[in-house]
């Protein structure tokens, strides 16, 4: 950790701070999981070792639970997975997430005891815990997890105290990463960094964190396994300043931001955006000038909006998309009269909208939403905002389908662009989107020079769909750096 240091910050206790001067793109450190888990309902489609989503898996033939891409990756598992392999054929079936991830930790802590792991700056012993302000509801589900937990954890292995588990427990609650598969597009499982956790929130940080699960040869005999997770610089930062993260979607109104991270996070967000709720005035903007509609009027379309927004979420859950589209189409319809392009009840309208009319192949009218979309974004997220660069790489292959081909690669571009620097050069979706790029800056050439070979072209590479960059518009994206069951999943 040549990095950083750990330091006393004024007002939100033990933070990160830069030993060296960086600029944008820069790694300030990359780190393995301390021990991770597959989601219960993925762990059959994604490797338990790399976090990679694949079409085949080899299974282990002891449990039959784990999956893996192939021997390396089985071979490379195998020390976080032979006492969880035991226990689940003894068992007989696999606890949930939350308790595997518990018992994986543990049996680390038996092998290398509860001291400082090499290249870690914190113990897992020292790891926050928030306990002491848990609520009834959050007491009874830590308890209900360590009654599990000792079902299955077994009797030859060292016996830990109740409050020791517990701790375990409430560390994953506040601290458990996010992974997603190796495209970004979707939540697969849940890990714990110790340096990461030591980065504190800022919504509008000078760091993003990424999970890398790439291929590369470096990485992987550095830290004996594929997957890490890479603090990168969004832009210039100094000697001595603090290293945040976001822990939540800056594209939220600052109460809404404020009261998650209370909620999950348990503190009340001091940062500079929220003090001074910088842009809570464009996230809220209506039609200006001689348009300026009654404030009666703009409260009943925010009213409209948020009820809309239920019905879609339910249509898009059952997979009725059809639905979905009718729902869009016409709460727009009441929007667009009323709204500002940056106001964020349109833009989320938008954004589901031009998902769900890509997805059904729609192209034309996804793209021309997209647009709206990423011209919204562009003015409210940072400008290396990594959700604004997977939503400007998302625009931008729409406008490709849709044979908007200047737009489409200058979407391209600017994503990639993005993407260099918060995902950086070698992360399986930049070199996709560096492969877009290069195909379709000589499709845009060939549009310049003879239309109706590009036309006669495309057609041909549209028939062979090169790239799977459109999620289910049915999964929920990974937007939150931390992990955290919904309560009444878990109950
Ligand atoms: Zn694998
Ligand atoms: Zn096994
Ligand atoms: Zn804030």
Redesign the pocket.
């Known amino acids: 950790m040549e990095n950083v240091e750990i330091f006393e910050s004024e007002g939100k206790g033990r933070g990160l701070r830069a030993i060296r001067e960086s600029w944008a793109g820069d790694i300030i450190f990359a780190e393995p999981a301390y021990s991770a888990v597959v989601f219960d309902n993925l762990s059959h489609s994604v490797?338990?070792?790399?976090?990679?989503r694949?079409e085949k898996?080899l299974r282990c033939g002891q449990c039959k639970f784990a999956h893996?891409?192939?021997r390396?990756?089985?071979k490379?598992?195998w020390a976080n997975h032979k006492n969880e392999c035991v226990a689940i054929k003894k068992a007989g079936k696999a606890p949930n997430e939350n308790i595997r991830l518990a018992a994986r930790i543990l049996w680390r802590i038996e092998r290398e005891g509860s001291g400082l792991t090499e290249g870690c700056l914190v113990s897992i012993d020292d790891l926050q815990n928030h306990i002491d302000k848990f609520d009834e509801a959050e007491k009874g589900l830590l308890m209900e997890d360590v009654q599990k937990f000792l079902e299955y954890w077994p009797s030859q292995s060292q016996q830990f105290g109740m409050q020791y588990i517990s701790h375990i427990f409430s560390v994953i609650s506040c601290n458990g990463f996010t992974l997603s598969d190796q495209r970004g597009l979707q939540a697969v499982g849940v890990g714990i960094f110790p340096n990461l956790c030591l980065a504190n929130h800022d919504c509008w940080p000078n760091c993003t964190v990424i999970f890398n699960?790439g291929n590369h040869e470096a990485v992987r005999s550095m830290f004996h396994t594929?997957m890490r997770i890479e603090l990168r610089a969004l832009g210039k930062i100094n000697k001595g300043e603090e290293l945040t993260v976001s822990y939540v979607d800056f594209l939220n109104l600052t109460e809404d931001r404020k009261a998650q991270l209370k909620k999950q996070y348990y503190f009340d967000c001091t940062c500079e955006h929220c003090t001074k709720k910088t842009k809570d005035a464009l996230l809220l903007a209506v039609k200006d000038g001689e348009d300026k509609p009654e404030e009666r009027v703009v409260k009943e379309v925010i009213q409209y909006s948020k009820d809309t927004m239920e019905k879609i979420e339910k249509a898009r859950s059952e997979g009725l998309y059809n639905d979905v589209v009718k729902l869009c189409r016409d709460c727009l319809k009441r929007q667009e009269p009323i709204f500002a392009d940056t106001n964020i009840y349109m833009l989320r309208i938008l954004s589901i909208y031009s998902e769900v009319l890509s997805y059904l192949q729609m192209f034309d009218d996804a793209a021309e939403n997209a647009k709206k979309m990423v011209d919204g974004y562009l003015k409210i997220y940072h400008q290396n905002n990594a959700q604004l660069g997977m939503a400007v790489m998302r625009a931008g292959v729409t406008h490709w389908h849709a044979g908007m081909i200047e737009v489409g690669h200058g979407m391209i571009c600017k994503a990639f662009a993005i993407l260099l620097i918060t995902h950086g050069p070698l992360h399986p979706i930049t070199k996709d989107l560096e492969v877009m790029r290069a195909q379709t800056e000589m499709e845009l050439r060939m549009f310049k020079e003879n239309e109706f070979v590009y036309y006669k072209m495309r057609e041909a590479a549209l028939s062979n769909k090169p790239f799977q960059v459109m999620k289910e518009p049915n999964s929920e994206p990974a937007t939150n750096l931390f992990h955290k069951k919904p309560q009444e999943a878990k109950s």
């Open positions: 490797c338990h070792s790399c976090f990679k694949q898996l893996y891409c192939d390396t990756c089985q490379e598992s699960n594929q």
